[in-house]
């Protein structure tokens, strides 16, 4: 839910450079001055997207001559390097009768009567410190280059960002989502629930005080002792839509094929290790963070980390891995870390839904659904469009209305005659589901 909310806030403050941070558990580490590193581009998330290092800019620069610390850059809360803002929105409903009633990104089938309940009051900061102080900076102090992590950096050839503006709450808050439903009735959200009487949904997040919500950072140029700003905007991913490589589409399967092609050779021991574990970590986020972790150390390490962990569903994997070739260990952590990306892009529910697709047998023909919809200008047209129909028939009605569930919740909304359209921004959305499908597929029918 802190994700929802953040995305949330950062869309209504219309600042395309402005980045929500993904996790309250890990808010602290993008604070002013802190060191961030970007995620490997995708094209399921060509917009910024950044992890933590742990590290703040004083960390790795030398003293200065006066000692000073550059936290005194920091804006105190008084001055024109920081300014107030407040959001307040609630949305409540309440309906009585026979309906179909959709609550973006579920909706509900129900005869009786549904409560619904939506409500962010917050109020932020929004502190900045103006690149022309950290420019200064590189004139006064050197940066460590026997500093262990700065070498790391230049021995994998990664780039390093310093966090230079953010948004946090200024006080605490809370965000609520509330659904109670009367009578006989079916949410969508839980493909399995089906029930008479009274449900009551509630979930809530608490924002502390002081809480970053979304950042800016700007990437470090860093040579020998010297540093400065890298004021230049980086690449961007570029697609041809209409050449004969099959435009975005043809670039997503190339991309896919690039990162997981080694998936498809491991032996059906290995398949079965491989997906238990991709299995676990969708269903609980805290191993979902592990692996993230172990597998972004084996790449920023180049192989030379040891794989160890308590999990029982992480082991097996962690241990094959670590006895696999030193050449090939790379490139099976470049795999998992693409597919762990492409998962965390897409909802809790989704996750859910994914797992009994997986269950019910039905993840190949949702694939062939998903490319067929990515086939069409869903990036730039709301127009509606049709997908074959043929794609949308399972042997059970259950099947059915999990597919169109979980395609909704990407942004693009199904019919049972494949009549569809596009009712939000949809094909990062779901590109990330078509190389979710398309991994789980991989390693669900391998033999």
Request: net charge negative; charged share 30%; hydrophobic share 40%.
């Amino acid at each position: 839910m802190f994700r929802k909310v953040t995305q949330s806030i950062a869309n209504q403050m219309d600042d395309d450079d402005l980045v929500p941070v993904r996790s309250l558990l890990d808010h602290e580490h993008f604070q002013a001055l802190c060191l961030v590193r970007r995620k490997r581009k995708a094209i399921f998330h060509p917009s910024p997207c950044y992890r933590q290092t742990w590290y703040k800019l004083d960390d790795v620069l030398l003293p200065g001559e006066d000692n000073k610390s550059t936290e005194s850059l920091c804006p105190t809360g008084d001055g024109e390097e920081s300014k107030q803002f407040a959001i307040n929105k609630s949305v409540s409903d309440r309906v009585d009768g026979s309906l179909n009633l959709c609550i973006e990104p579920t909706s509900v089938e129900l005869d009786g009567a549904v409560a619904f309940y939506k409500g962010l009051s917050i109020k932020m900061e929004k502190k900045h410190i103006p690149l022309k102080k950290i420019e200064a900076l590189t004139r006064e102090r050197k940066m460590n280059v026997n500093h262990s992590f700065i070498q790391q950096i230049q021995k994998t050839d990664q780039n390093l960002y310093v966090v230079h503006e953010t948004l946090e709450a200024s006080e605490k808050t809370s965000y609520e989502e509330s659904t109670k439903a009367a009578g006989s009735f079916m949410t969508k959200l839980y493909a399995k629930f089906f029930a008479k009487g009274t449900r009551e949904k509630k979930q809530s997040v608490t924002i502390p005080k002081g809480c970053t919500l979304a950042f800016k950072a700007i990437e470090l140029a860093i040579k020998d002792g010297s540093w400065s700003l890298n004021h230049l905007p980086e690449d961007i991913l570029v697609f041809a839509c209409d050449d004969s490589s099959g435009g975005k589409l043809g670039a997503l399967e190339v991309e896919v094929e690039e990162n997981c092609q080694i998936l498809s050779k491991l032996s059906s021991d290995l398949v079965i290790i491989f997906l238990k574990a991709i299995k676990a970590v969708m269903r609980d986020r805290n191993l979902f963070e592990e692996l993230t972790e172990k597998m972004e150390a084996v790449l920023d390490e180049t192989g030379s980390c040891e794989l160890k962990t308590e999990s029982p569903d992480l082991k097996d994997l962690l241990s094959s891995l670590q006895s696999s070739p030193g050449h090939l260990l790379p490139q099976l952590a470049g795999a998992i870390t693409y597919t762990l990306d492409a998962l965390d892009e897409l909802t809790e529910d989704q996750l859910l839904l994914l797992l009994e697709s997986l269950e019910d047998k039905i993840v190949s023909q949702q694939l062939k659904l998903v490319k067929t919809i990515l086939e069409y200008d869903i990036e730039y047209s709301k127009r509606p469009f049709r997908v074959d129909a043929g794609l949308l028939s399972f042997s059970q009605e259950k099947e059915q209305k999990v597919t169109i569930a979980m395609v909704e919740m990407s942004g693009v909304k199904l019919q049972k005659d494949g009549f569809a359209v596009r009712v939000t921004e949809a094909f990062s959305a779901v590109a990330a589901l078509y190389v979710s499908l398309y991994v789980l597929n991989l390693l669900s029918n391998s033999d």
